[in-house]
């Protein structure tokens, strides 16, 4: 931490600052500027201290030296963490494709997608059972039906399954179907749930919340981390800015960004992050080029029937189209994006 | 509805847009302007039926005509809702003030904040025994003796209580002694929980999400309401934009806006919104002038020694200021700040 | 300047920073913590040199010390700067009141308006003859003649006149009649212009540019003042954000962050803020509460048939109205609002 | 235009702004739904009168249908756009790369740099002499004497060279010696220097204003276009966001928005949009994906003593390096990257 005092801060005001430092067990050094005094401050600080310090009298700023995370932080010399599910490795070098729809509506529209998707190399099934809304009045999912036709779905495909969580009650009952759990943006601060996931070794995908800095979604990461469950992933999915063309706007220069701050695989959502089937394919690429582990995509057989976000899904066909480009860009990049483990059945 | 035809849709494409429409039982309405055909849909439509348009071919746009939200809408010829808790009501025209520690922290630091802060005229007494911390390893509050001190302070100062509930699984701890219920910006969206405290008739005080427009956020109210609790006031706290010198920005055009929006009470936090104690006066004056009915502020008998949020509490003595110029400032405009009932034993 | 080494910096590394910081002729010392080495630099560094460092080797971060602005910062134990235009002041601790049409359509639509704000107490007329236009098939203003108008109008009332300047090579012209010259928001950072207005005495209103923070409005003014015109009036009119309900988000918090970082006087714009006039009383008075020195108003006879920004016009009786509430309320803060030198001949 | 009336909205207030509506010479058609009435209006609306209706009472919202850009909006069955300067084609599915220091600092930088970007396959030379500086006190550019060292790198290299225009005044001057103009993030919205760079035929690259909606952003071409300069590329750079670890967010979303909205060539600029050298090779690649037609890089063969932007500029070896993955990504996505015509003497 590094204390600046101010102009006009008197020699009680600076003497009781660093005194409040040294009460702390930690140590003082005193920079005597041609304006300003600042206190560096050596050893580790109570997260509280900084801003105690910066309420005292005298004080211009305090600023952190360093990032708050622990667990999560980027660890000199040793290699990013990979996560394996279900024969498919995330965070290796390789592409994983993560697709499905985003809410299963029936039986007949998740196994349709389920099988497509598995045909043309999808690597993981998405699909929702629980939604969270932003209406009451909107269908809020086909909740334990749903979670159990994607039982039937990776069954039949042999596609490791995400789907969402979101109440720390319902941990036992999707924890025991997914191989991946998929905590929305809407939860990315949810406390109390970040705590039930962290006592599982299941892996959660974390997607950033919409407000949310990055720093402050490592932080979340690290709630989880500190929970005792180190199967974290992090998913991008567009963050709330001016611009409303897009319906969020995907912030991929948080994958360049993640990679130096965390060893934590990175995926990116670009159809939440678009909100328009059209701009999926364009940021899926982008999302590779840029460095993503991986990708979730909507995929749909009848998107505009989609009884949820039918405007950001793909078509089964614009999938295979997306496919069809994705495999050989990766390959030029030096990436695999290895043929699915998935045997459809 | 408002469906807008791109200019190049063809006869069929348009058929089958208003085809569509139709048979949700809808009513629809063919204009052929100069360069785009544009379908006005009469019928209350299905909240699904908005994005399956835009993604239909020849679709170029579709938009909603009306908020949302019901319960929470501003209703023609009727009075604003006002709230009552012990004595004091929200949302009559008079101004109140509800104030008191970010966090319980200690017996004595509750209840000489209470102390203060009911004998300078505040009406209700804030303070959190649950606090979702960006950091697993910050303090995360006293828990259930924190609630107890809360009972305590209650009795002593005559004060009714505000204080933050975080998790479905607590609602009958924390309603058993809250007289408001506290829904904290992190959890503006957590529908579980906004769900199980509308399952009561303890007010709540939903905070906006800091990545949320005001329409997401009524639509937040909105659950509680559906799920049966009348008793909802909203609580601007400040949004992320790309300013900052103050932790957030405190949207004061919030409460013009909600005013003409909704019939709830509107609740302004300064503390939060800007970050900085030497902000929070200037600011809760603006917020009474802006018309919200009641602001919520944070006050410690020694900022620089909080555990949480020092620097923006305000010291017991600027609390006593700035209540020396809110009072005759309100009056001015014609609002009481009434004189609390409580009565300090 | 502080620089926070990187943990894995090497010695060679850490020197070689040192050297260069010592080369610049700056003193340094040297802080070896915990896990990272600090290096906190004495005396004034050159602009460029924060970004040099932050790229060397080893280097983590390079924060700086202290604002950047010199001639704009808020000065020990001085006054704060007031400004004097045609007998109105500006930042004595009144509140002034700059009120007009957006943009000058007609004479009779000035004249109108004039007295009718003159008549109500404003204090200084505001009127756009140059127009800046988001569209290039939009009015641009009355140009040259909406000078002639204003000239008249100000002969009329005795009121000082606000006007915007768009273009450097219209200097002489508009500052020949314009008692304030106002530099929009889109201009905030258009620096040939800045430093055209900067070697006038006239008064200058610069509006923050609508995606600037305070730090680079402040920079702004700096511009101004280091081309020698000490008479800037900072004036804060919404900025972009998520939120799309109204046209701008207001950014009352500016008001407090600039009192303290600058001793220049700050003016707020609740019609540009707000886009919606129904928000504009509310928000006027919001900012004066808040402390600004001055307000500036839109005010037009017929807002529904302004030719620019009429959604966000005031008519002349919901200006009076305002007026009726304005002036008792800052009385009772303790702010004169002076009864206006105009005499409406 | 669509206008919605107000629930309440009175027979005689529908018929105002009805009557106002024919008044325009449009014609309406009256849409009475369940709740509501809605006005469709058929016609070229004047760009006024879409506040001057939100204004009138009765009124509840009005919505324009369409852009209102009429130039740079894509046309049906036509061809985008492409842009030749000396040799090289933007915009015709190939990858166009801009290369070279941000500011042209001296001879021996310069063509240091211009040789070493030749040989590496970039089309196009950029190099700054005329600088926005956020502080007056920082190096402004070298100026006349800047622009004659890119002719000389231009006749060294055979690279058409890009640079910034800040000042009508300065059009003679600049368009001069440069192939492309650039108008900088801070100028986007400088209407009397778009309306200057319109009256030429010189190539114009437009950045997108940093507080700019895409929308705001294409009206800025569409000045330059009306003024007659057909020759207009679009330019992301990167907007305000709430995100503090990248200088600015780029945003890609932008690429298949503009794709479909505009026929202009696509440019992005990864180096403002990031701010930091060690992400511009990851958002080159996800630009280039996303299919911008071409990219701006700011290379200096000595990072750490570069006067402007040094954190964010490429060494040699980098910009190297990422030629090294630029061009075969961009072959397997089928978009050529041509060997430049650049002949280095």
């Not at 494709?97 to 299963?104: I, L, N, Q, R």
């Not at 919409?210 to 979604?217: F, P, Q, Y």
Request: aromatic share 4%; with cysteine.
């Amino acid at each position: 931490m590094i204390v600046v005092l101010a102009k006009q801060a008197s020699g009680d005001q600076i003497e009781a600052v660093a005194g409040r430092i040294r009460a702390e067990g930690l140590e003082t050094r005193m920079l005597y500027g041609v304006e300003k005094t600042v206190i560096a401050v050596i050893g580790h600080r109570p997260p509280e201290l900084l801003q105690q310090i910066q309420r005292m009298p005298g004080v211009e700023t305090a600023m952190p030296v360093g990032a708050p995370y622990k667990l999560a932080a980027q660890r000199d010399g040793q290699a990013r963490t990979s996560i394996s599910v279900g024969g498919v490795t995330i965070g290796d070098g390789s592409v994983a494709v993560m697709a499905g729809p985003c809410t299963v509506e029936s039986r007949e529209q998740l196994l349709t997608t389920a099988r497509h998707v598995a045909a043309q190399g999808a690597h993981i099934l998405r699909g929702g059972a629980f939604k969270p809304r932003s209406s009451p009045y909107s269908f809020q999912g086909m909740g334990a039906e749903g979670l159990r036709l994607l039982e039937e779905a990776k069954a039949l495909t042999g596609l490791p399954v995400i789907t969402e969580i979101l109440d720390p009650r319902q941990v036992e009952e999707v924890a025991g179907i997914a191989d991946i759990l998929q905590i929305g943006t809407r939860n990315a601060q949810n406390y109390p749930l970040l705590n039930e996931v962290g006592r599982l070794e299941t892996p959660v995908l974390l997607k950033r919340g919409m407000g949310n800095t990055i720093e402050e979604w490592i932080m979340c990461a690290e709630y989880i981390l500190a929970a005792g469950n180190p199967n974290v992933l992090l998913c991008e999915r567009g963050i709330r800015t001016f611009e409303t063309e897009s319906r969020f706007t995907l912030d991929l220069n948080a994958v360049p960004l993640l990679r130096r701050a965390t060893h934590l695989p990175i995926v990116v959502d670009p159809s939440q992050g678009t909100g328009k089937w059209h701009m999926v394919e364009s940021m899926t690429l982008a999302a590779v080029a840029a460095g993503a582990d991986g990708v979730l995509l909507e995929v749909h057989p009848s998107p505009d029937t989609a009884l949820i976000d039918g405007a950001q899904s793909l078509s089964l066909e614009h999938f295979t189209q997306l496919m069809g480009k994705l495999v050989p860009m990766a390959q030029a990049l030096g990436r695999p994006v290895p043929a699915a483990a998935a045997a459809v059945t």
